[in-house]
């Protein structure tokens, strides 16, 4: 049950790049902190409505995979594990872009300049998972009986459903008319400071797996080395005294 993987030499160079800005990322969150939500200051410019930043953010994480998509090769597009791996990505961002903006509930107003950086990185990584799923992976009609792949799509469906489980508990931490930060209580969060963070760490984890690819790995990197000092942020706060 061999996969191979054809990839175009100037795709191999994103995902590295992809990796790099991963550990930049790390460094600077670590040493700064978070720049965005309750962790930014009154000083960081200008600001975007929450529920209109994360639409503008994400989107093209969506767009530009779908466009992709358009213009793909048809041989590639009939393999089953792409077709699939592909859907993986695009239910994520669908989710991400057009559902979840418009459940949001108030919500803090979002730095001009962090909406901006997301939406950079979008465009960016939705174009190399997409452009190397569509052109470029080329794996055999039974990767998706390995076991590689049906472990890592359990985890990235089992990642999904608690990272929107736990944004549905975030949002509904508050009463009408209470403000102020509120310690987040019930299902994976009577584990995990951070369940939502802790989600798509095992979704995007979940993907690579599935993937098996460089791409797929990067952003898993990327999600991990992000997300991970907002979680200790979290937790050093939310601990108790």
């Given at each position: 049950?061999?996969?191979?993987?054809?990839?175009?030499?100037?795709?191999?160079?994103?995902?590295?790049?992809?990796?790099?800005?991963?550990?930049?990322?790390?460094?600077?969150?670590?040493?700064?902190?978070?720049?965005?939500?309750?962790?930014?200051?009154?000083?960081?410019?200008?600001?975007?409505?929450?529920?209109?930043?994360?639409?503008v953010q994400e989107l093209p994480s969506l767009a530009v995979p779908l466009y992709q998509c358009a213009r793909a090769s048809p041989?590639?597009?009939?393999?089953?594990?792409?077709?699939?791996?592909?859907?993986?990505?695009?239910?994520?961002?669908?989710?991400?872009?057009?559902?979840?903006?418009?459940?949001?509930?108030?919500?803090?107003?979002?730095?001009?300049?962090?909406?901006?950086?997301?939406?950079?990185?979008c465009t960016y990584n939705g174009y190399l998972q997409s452009r190397y799923l569509s052109q470029y992976a080329v794996y055999t009609?039974?990767?998706?009986?390995?076991?590689?792949?049906?472990?890592?799509?359990?985890?990235?469906?089992?990642?999904?459903?608690?990272?929107?489980?736990?944004?549905?508990?975030?949002?509904?931490?508050?009463?009408?008319?209470?403000?102020?930060?509120?310690?987040?209580?019930?299902?994976?969060?009577?584990?995990?400071?951070?369940?939502?963070?802790?989600g798509e760490i095992v979704e995007w984890g979940g993907y690579a797996l599935a993937s098996w690819s460089l791409p797929g790995g990067?952003?898993?990197?990327?999600?991990?080395?992000?997300?991970?000092?907002?979680?200790?942020?979290?937790?050093?706060?939310?601990?108790?005294?």
């Amino acid at each position: 049950m061999a996969l191979a993987l054809a990839q175009e030499p100037p795709l191999d160079a994103l995902a590295y790049l992809e990796c790099l800005l991963a550990l930049l990322g790390f460094a600077a969150l670590s040493l700064v902190g978070p720049p965005y939500g309750r962790y930014s200051s009154a000083s960081s410019g200008p600001r975007v409505p929450a529920r209109a930043a994360w639409a503008v953010q994400e989107l093209p994480s969506l767009a530009v995979p779908l466009y992709q998509c358009a213009r793909a090769s048809p041989e590639r597009l009939r393999c089953a594990p792409n077709r699939v791996l592909l859907a993986m990505f695009l239910a994520h961002y669908t989710q991400r872009s057009l559902i979840f903006p418009f459940l949001i509930r108030g919500g803090k107003p979002t730095p001009l300049y962090s909406c901006v950086i997301a939406f950079f990185f979008c465009t960016y990584n939705g174009y190399l998972q997409s452009r190397y799923l569509s052109q470029y992976a080329v794996y055999t009609d039974d990767w998706v009986s390995d076991p590689r792949f049906l472990i890592g799509f359990v985890l990235w469906l089992i990642g999904m459903l608690i990272n929107i489980h736990s944004d549905h508990i975030l949002r509904n931490l508050r009463k009408p008319g209470e403000t102020g930060y509120k310690i987040p209580k019930g299902g994976l969060f009577e584990y995990v400071t951070a369940a939502n963070y802790f989600g798509e760490i095992v979704e995007w984890g979940g993907y690579a797996l599935a993937s098996w690819s460089l791409p797929g790995g990067a952003f898993a990197l990327f999600t991990f080395c992000i997300l991970l000092p907002i979680a200790k942020q979290h937790h050093r706060e939310n601990a108790p005294a």
